[in-house]
């Protein structure tokens, strides 16, 4: 017989047995909650990990490849650069720059045919390793290389890259028409001329005297001034001067004269392939109404040339001499003297009387006996160790002037085809007087001339960055 408590006992125990069942169940789903949170937390964790070593590789992959640049871009690399040479040129400098330093540490760079390696460089928790290599020429004969730079971070590397290509620079006195080391001084009706952009007639002097430039009478010049002082009183100018199309002095001061610059670099000389140009060695000193080819003038011979001359090819000439260019002189090449800088400049003089005209050599013909003479291009006058001397009734200028000291009077006019730089190499005064009229032509501004030390440097080509993930 069941009786009523006992029917209350009974739903009691019903009731707890419900209950607990219910408490496992919330309690087992507690667990998986639990689980399955804890389980995303250490995928959450994971993945943030990963992502932290992904973004420390990526980091010092794009580190190393900034300081790549910044150091290859500090390395001059030899201006006879070849496909063949390309690596181990690169390698020659950026060793200069890298090698015995700490960031190698005791490393040094290496190459082969076709690779160059930069040993592995540690910065704090950054590390990376670069490879230059070698890639074929472009459409303009410049030569390519890829720079790759690998990042490592905990197991995970990134690497970037960039294509870079090979510029030969010329110095940077050349970027001005006239740049001198000496003082300069205008006067009379003397005219510097620009055929393309004014620029091309800008004039530098790195010289520091009481007066470096001075300018009186008529003297123009088409282009600007520049100083390495930064003394105002250094530029004395009166009269009608216009420079920069400018006529105005104060204005010309202040607009067109620039001080505190600093001094470019002038031209280093390999003078070694040119005494074997010279096949025809002159003798005797007094030379009229005659065409000579590929000249050779020995020591002290300091012969002058008069009437109707014509000198095809390279005038080569030893130091001392002292040489006389008078009457109708047509040159159809260069002249080019030995280095006489240990001499008394008073003893090694270029003197151009008459009427001048230098053609240069592309208007040699095609044969064998001046075949390397036309590989010299864009040269005129060379002659470190002389002083020149222009007068009379010079025209037709085709290449670079440079000498220790210049001097152009009377009514010596000039004018280039290929580039009109004039460089005088020494802390020698510059005098341009009379009637004097110099044109610059830098339209032709891609010819390096023949006898100049050229670098080269190493630039981004653009577009051409790539990222590889590993």
């Known amino acids: 017989m069941v009786t009523k408590n006992s029917k209350s006992r009974s739903r009691s125990h019903l009731r707890h047995g419900v209950a607990y069942i219910l408490s496992l169940v919330i309690l087992a789903l507690c667990t998986s909650l639990a689980v399955t949170l804890a389980s995303g937390s250490n995928l959450n964790l994971a993945r943030s990990e ?58 040094a760079i290496s190459c082969t045919e076709s690779t160059v390696t930069v040993p592995t460089i ?20 410049n030569q390519r290389c890829r720079v790759s730079v690998t990042g490592a971070s905990d197991g995970i590397s990134r690497t970037v890259s960039l294509d870079m290509k090979l510029t030969m620079i010329p110095p940077g006195a050349m970027a001005y028409g006239i740049a001198t080391k000496g003082t300069v001084s205008m006067s009379g009706n003397a005219k510097i001329r ?17 007066t470096v430039i001075s300018a009186n009478g008529n003297p123009e010049l088409d282009g600007d001034l520049f100083l390495c002082t930064d003394n105002p009183a250094a530029v004395s100018l009166s009269g009608n001067v216009e420079i920069g199309g400018e006529d105005d002095i104060d204005d010309i001061l202040a607009e067109h004269t620039h001080f505190g610059q600093d001094e470019p670099e002038f031209p280093e000389f390999d003078l070694s392939p040119f005494p074997a140009l010279a096949t025809t060695v002159l ?13 050779y003038v020995p020591a002290n011979l300091n012969p002058n040339f008069n009437g109707n001359m014509i000198i095809n090819g390279i005038v080569y000439v030893e130091a001392p001499n002292k040489i006389k260019f008078n009457g109708n002189l047509v040159l159809n090449g260069f002249v080019v003297t030995e280095d006489g ?10 003197t151009f009387n008459g ?5 240069g050599v592309d208007v040699l013909p095609d044969t064998e006996e001046f075949a390397a003479v036309k590989e010299m291009r864009g040269t005129a006058v060379l002659a470190p160790g002389f002083s020149l ?39 020698l005064p510059m005098t341009l007087r009379g009637n004097t009229e110099i044109t610059i032509n830098r ?10 030390r050229y670098v080269s440097k190493l630039s981004v080509v653009p577009n051409s960055y790539a990222e590889n993930g590993q």
Do not use: W
Request: hydrophobic fraction near 35%.
């Open 389 to 427: 001397k222009f007068s009379g009734n010079n025209c037709g200028i085709n290449g670079i002037i440079a000498g220790d000291q210049l001097e152009f009077t009377g009514n010596s006019s000039l004018g280039g085809q290929l580039t009109g730089s004039i460089l005088g190499l020494k802390d």
């Open 355 to 359: 009427n001048l005209f230098v053609r």
């Open 122 to 141: 540690t910065a704090g928790d950054l590390a990376f390793a670069c490879t230059i290599t070698r890639l074929s020429p472009d459409g303009n004969n």
């Open 341 to 350: 800088s240990d001499l008394p400049i008073s003893g090694n003089q270029l």
């Open 283 to 295: 003798t005797g000193r007094n030379h009229s109404n005659k065409i000579l080819n590929n000249v």
């Open 194 to 210: 620009a055929m393309g952009s004014s620029d091309d007639a800008s004039l530098f002097s790195s010289a520091f005297a009481s």
């Open 50 to 107: 990963n992502m932290r070593r992904d973004f420390s590789a990526q980091v010092s992959a794009e580190s190393g490849l900034a300081f790549m640049l910044q150091t290859i871009s500090d390395a001059s690399i030899s201006g006879n650069t070849t496909y063949e040479t390309l690596t181990s040129d690169i390698a020659d400098a950026l060793g200069g720059v890298m090698n015995d330093t700490p960031n190698l540490g005791g490393s």
């Open 443 to 452: 339209l032709d501004d891609d010819i390096k001339p023949a006898g100049l």
